[in-house]
């Protein structure tokens, strides 16, 4: 089993930064896929980006691409969510997941966060 904490949400106005990270404990980090979601009130969660283990291949949203970038520290077993350009329809709860094949769907990953939730002013 996976344990997985996410922190570095907040309040922050448009065209702002943020990054979030994600701790995991119990089985190896290093041998799971990584993946950050998100879900904003009233409408579906939605896959934001992946990691491969080793952190050599990446993949996003398009409504991401270019403004976020997913890395991961194996040794700190931590992934990382860096948010540029911030929009308001970026305004949700972010989670963290892992799973054991390379995906985008919510129905692929095993273990989940808690999630922190993320506000973008206009």
């Known amino acids: 089993q996976v344990q997985l904490v996410e922190s570095g949400g907040g309040l922050v106005q448009a065209g702002g930064s943020l990054r979030l990270s994600c701790e995991a404990s119990g089985r190896t980090f290093s041998n799971y896929v990584m993946g950050w979601f998100r879900q904003a009130p009233g409408k579906e969660r939605e896959f934001v980006a992946g990691?491969?283990?080793?952190?050599?291949?990446?993949w996003y949203a398009d409504s991401v691409k270019g403004r976020f970038t997913i890395s991961r520290d194996n040794a700190k077993n931590t992934l990382y969510l860096q948010m540029n350009s911030l929009k308001p329809d970026d305004t949700a709860v972010y989670y963290c997941?892992?799973?054991?094949?390379?995906?985008?769907?919510?129905?692929?990953?095993?273990?989940w966060g808690q999630g922190t939730q993320v506000t973008v002013s206009s």
């Open positions: 990691i491969l283990w080793s952190g050599s291949a990446t």
């Open positions: 997941a892992s799973s054991k094949t390379v995906a985008d769907r919510g129905q692929d990953y095993d273990y």
